[in-house]
Structures are given as structure tokens and as C-alpha cells.
């Protein structure tokens, strides 16, 4: 395979992670693979979070239903993983789209991804892993559940066609999950109606041994009811003492500065980092694939930064050709596209700016996958 000269040319002695960071720095063609790839696997949902771009209620109509429909073959992905393997990557991300548990072969493709020696992250709603067993067995390494409520009532309010008595099940899948020695991350969207649950979701993260991770809403026209107001952003934060106190005494790891920085809207820009200011390192650390085998830079679905299909070519062939590479050098000086000021990647862009210039740097957010 193509992807084992590539990664032949690595001294066999420095490890991929050095390789990649060496590689970036210097600006040169990767001989590496990323660190992670994230792979939407069907654009399918069984649920319609009120917040959601695709599924919410609040819309005036669905996505079309070819898309609705569109998921990626095993096939395809078994080809996806022997080039990740080959190209020495670290992790396969499954995300939305829709939810990966609602692909039909989900547990047969998680567990090739496994088989391949790849980590395996999950981010799901979960309420599909009706399978508890068969879920565990896969041994995944980390699972992001959607978790934007505090109780029953909440949860049914933010999921409207779920009902408050299916609140007890979730809990019941997510000590599971938490038993079985997955890393456990809940993943909480904060909008108007649940903004006054969030000292509930930090006791369940401390029930569970899990960490949270906050997110303001990012609302549209359709849902722009949900928003928090000057009031809620006020409240929230004048409570968050409490509730780093909260975290801290129950072993909670939260991303409280990086929610602080967003409550205060206008104050980010000064408060957090920008990808001006960190470059953008995400052509080396990362690539995305959606459920129609577009092959994207990053999670921006800007289609400047696409590079090709995997109905095309490989995964490898892709990643490294002159398209990938163009697409490096541009951002690299620093001329970016519409959508890279609210870039998905800036945990990774801070990390590994820290890394190569030995300087601190604010933090601006945290990503849908670690």
C-alpha cells in the first residue's frame, strides 16, 4: 500500500507524535497521519434536540431526505482504517451528521476501527445503545454523550420527542459506559431552557466519574428563542464560583474559563485566543469525512477547504496530495476562509502553538472530539 512507503519514511525511532509535531512546525509534507480523523457515519438522527442546526422542531422545514439518508459503507470505512493504521493516526472520531449509533452496522465498524489499532471515540446521544453488552464489549476508548439537561423534565424539554421517564435509562447506559472504562465526557449545549440545571449536571458528572463540557448555543434565525439573555449570562456568571467550587470538590474536570469567555460575548476576542494569533495547525493533527465520503481539511464545511472524495481515492492518497498540501500552506499564512473565525479547533491550534513556540497562549474553546 501506498500509505506504508509514506509512512516508511519516518526514522523508525521517532514516534508519530514527535513526527507530526516536527512536520508542522517546519511546515513540511506530512509523513505521518493525523492525529485523529473524524467520520460522520450517517447523517441519521432518532432525535430532535431543540438546538440542533439539522433536526430541531424549531425549523421551518428538515434537511432533504437524500441527505437524511446518506451514511458511509463498511466497505468504505474498512479502506479508511487500513490507510489511518498504515499512516500511523491515533484515533478515528465517529460523530454527526445525524448519530452513529443509528448507522445499522455501527458495532461491526467500530470494531474493525479497533481491530486496525486505532482508538475509538463515540459521540452519541446514546439512547440508541439499547445493546448495553454488545456497546461495552466494543471497548471504546472515549464516548461524548449528548447531556444538556439536569433531570427528567429537562431532558424531555430539550429532546421533545423524548419523554421525562426515558431521563432514568440514559442514566442507567452512561454508569455503563462509565463501568465498562471508557473516558466519559457529557457534553452540555446551554440555552434558555436548561441554563438553571447546570449545579444538577455537575453532582451526575461527579455520580458518574465523568468530565462536562459546556457549550453556549450557537443559535440560527429558527432558534434564536433559545439564546441565553443579558439575564441568564448575568446569573450564569455570578454562579460560576459555586460551581468551579462544585467540580472541584467532586473531581469534575469542566472547561469553566473557556464558558466563562463565551458567556461574555462581546469580551471573547479580548479574553481568548484567536486563530490569527495561533495559526492553524489542524492540517497535520486532523481531517474529516462526511456521510457522503467528502474528504474536508476540518470540521469547516467551507468548500475551499475540501480536498477530494473517498469515492475518489484513499484516504492516504488524499492526504498527501498537492490539494491537502495547498490547503496547509494557505492556512499556514494565514490566509483563511469564511468560517475560520469560529474555528471548531482551537483547543488544538493553542496546544500545539504552546508546544512549538514554548509560549503560553490563551485558550479560546474546546472541539466535539478530544
Given at each position: 500500500?501506498?500509505?506504508?512507503?509514506?509512512?516508511?519514511?519516518?526514522?523508525?525511532?521517532e514516534?508519530?507524535?514527535?513526527?507530526?509535531?516536527?512536520?508542522?512546525?517546519?511546515?513540511?509534507?506530512?509523513g505521518?497521519?493525523?492525529?485523529?480523523?473524524?467520520?460522520?457515519?450517517?447523517?441519521?438522527?432518532?432525535?430532535?434536540?431543540?438546538?440542533?442546526?439539522?433536526?430541531?422542531?424549531?425549523?421551518r422545514?428538515?434537511?432533504?431526505?437524500?441527505?437524511?439518508?446518506?451514511r458511509?459503507?463498511?466497505?468504505?470505512?474498512?479502506?479508511?482504517?487500513?490507510?489511518?493504521?498504515?499512516?500511523?493516526?491515533?484515533?478515528?472520531i465517529?460523530?454527526?451528521?445525524?448519530?452513529?449509533?443509528?448507522?445499522?452496522?455501527?458495532y461491526?465498524?467500530?470494531?474493525?476501527?479497533?481491530?486496525?489499532?486505532?482508538?475509538?471515540?463515540?459521540?452519541?446521544?446514546l439512547?440508541?445503545a439499547?445493546?448495553?453488552?454488545?456497546?461495552?464489549?466494543?471497548?471504546?476508548?472515549?464516548?461524548?454523550?449528548?447531556?444538556?439537561?439536569?433531570?427528567?423534565?429537562?431532558?424531555?424539554?430539550?429532546?421533545?420527542?423524548r419523554?421525562?421517564?426515558?431521563?432514568?435509562?440514559?442514566?442507567?447506559?452512561?454508569?455503563?459506559?462509565?463501568?465498562?472504562?471508557?473516558?466519559?465526557?457529557l457534553?452540555?449545549v446551554?440555552?434558555?431552557?436548561?441554563?438553571h440545571?447546570?449545579?444538577?449536571?455537575?453532582?451526575?458528572?461527579?455520580?458518574?466519574?465523568?468530565?462536562?463540557?459546556?457549550?453556549?448555543?450557537?443559535?440560527?434565525?429558527?432558534?434564536?428563542s433559545?439564546?441565553?439573555?443579558?439575564?441568564?449570562?448575568?446569573?450564569?456568571?455570578?454562579?460560576?464560583?459555586?460551581?468551579?467550587?462544585?467540580s472541584?470538590?467532586?473531581?469534575?474536570?469542566a472547561?469553566?474559563?473557556?464558558?466563562?469567555?463565551e458567556?461574555?460575548?462581546?469580551?471573547?476576542?479580548?479574553?481568548?485566543?484567536?486563530?490569527?494569533?495561533?495559526?492553524?495547525?489542524?492540517?497535520?493533527?486532523?481531517?474529516?469525512?462526511?456521510?457522503?465520503?467528502?474528504?474536508?481539511?476540518?470540521?469547516?464545511?467551507?468548500?475551499?477547504?475540501?480536498?477530494?472524495?473517498?469515492?475518489?481515492?484513499?484516504?492516504?492518497?488524499?492526504?498527501?496530495?498537492?490539494?491537502?498540501?495547498?490547503i496547509?500552506?494557505?492556512?499556514?499564512?494565514?490566509?483563511?476562509?469564511?468560517?475560520?473565525?469560529?474555528?471548531?479547533?482551537?483547543?488544538?491550534?493553542?496546544?500545539?502553538a504552546?508546544?512549538?513556540?514554548?509560549?503560553?497562549?490563551?485558550?479560546?474553546?474546546?472541539?466535539?472530539?478530544?
Amino acid at each position: 500500500m501506498g500509505s506504508e512507503k509514506v509512512a516508511g519514511q519516518i526514522a523508525a525511532t521517532e514516534r508519530p507524535a514527535a513526527a507530526r509535531l516536527r512536520e508542522a512546525r517546519d511546515g513540511s509534507a506530512p509523513g505521518v497521519g493525523p492525529q485523529s480523523i473524524g467520520v460522520v457515519l450517517t447523517n441519521a438522527c432518532n432525535l430532535n434536540c431543540i438546538t440542533c442546526w439539522s433536526y430541531s422542531p424549531l425549523r421551518r422545514e428538515l434537511p432533504t431526505l437524500d441527505w437524511r439518508r446518506r451514511r458511509l459503507s463498511r466497505e468504505t470505512l474498512r479502506a479508511l482504517f487500513e490507510d489511518a493504521a498504515a499512516l500511523r493516526a491515533e484515533r478515528v472520531i465517529f460523530t454527526g451528521g445525524g448519530d452513529p449509533l443509528a448507522h445499522p452496522e455501527f458495532y461491526d465498524i467500530a470494531a474493525d476501527a479497533k481491530a486496525m489499532g486505532l482508538k475509538v471515540t463515540l459521540i452519541s446521544n446514546l439512547t440508541l445503545a439499547r445493546d448495553r453488552a454488545r456497546l461495552l464489549a466494543l471497548r471504546l476508548d472515549t464516548v461524548l454523550a449528548n447531556f444538556s439537561c439536569g433531570d427528567a423534565e429537562t431532558y424531555a424539554a430539550f429532546h421533545p420527542n423524548r419523554a421525562p421517564a426515558d431521563f432514568a435509562p440514559l442514566l442507567d447506559t452512561l454508569r455503563a459506559v462509565a463501568a465498562g472504562g471508557a473516558e466519559l465526557k457529557l457534553v452540555f449545549v446551554v440555552c434558555a431552557i436548561n441554563a438553571h440545571v447546570l449545579p444538577r449536571a455537575v453532582a451526575i458528572a461527579g455520580q458518574l466519574g465523568a468530565s462536562l463540557q459546556f457549550k453556549r448555543v450557537s443559535i440560527t434565525d429558527e432558534t434564536r428563542s433559545l439564546d441565553l439573555s443579558t439575564s441568564h449570562q448575568t446569573a450564569l456568571l455570578a454562579q460560576l464560583p459555586a460551581l468551579r467550587s462544585q467540580s472541584s470538590a467532586l473531581k469534575v474536570a469542566a472547561n469553566w474559563d473557556v464558558f466563562a469567555a463565551e458567556l461574555r460575548g462581546s469580551e471573547r476576542a479580548e479574553s481568548a485566543a484567536t486563530v490569527e494569533e495561533t495559526g492553524c495547525w489542524a492540517g497535520h493533527y486532523y481531517g474529516r469525512v462526511s456521510a457522503s465520503g467528502d474528504v474536508s481539511f476540518c470540521c469547516n464545511q467551507n468548500p475551499a477547504l475540501r480536498v477530494g472524495s473517498l469515492h475518489e481515492a484513499s484516504f492516504e492518497a488524499l492526504w498527501t496530495s498537492p490539494r491537502w498540501q495547498e490547503i496547509r500552506d494557505r492556512l499556514r499564512a494565514g490566509s483563511y476562509v469564511a468560517g475560520c473565525a469560529q474555528c471548531g479547533k482551537m483547543d488544538l491550534n493553542h496546544r500545539v502553538a504552546s508546544q512549538i513556540r514554548g509560549t503560553a497562549l490563551r485558550m479560546r474553546g474546546a472541539t466535539d472530539a478530544p
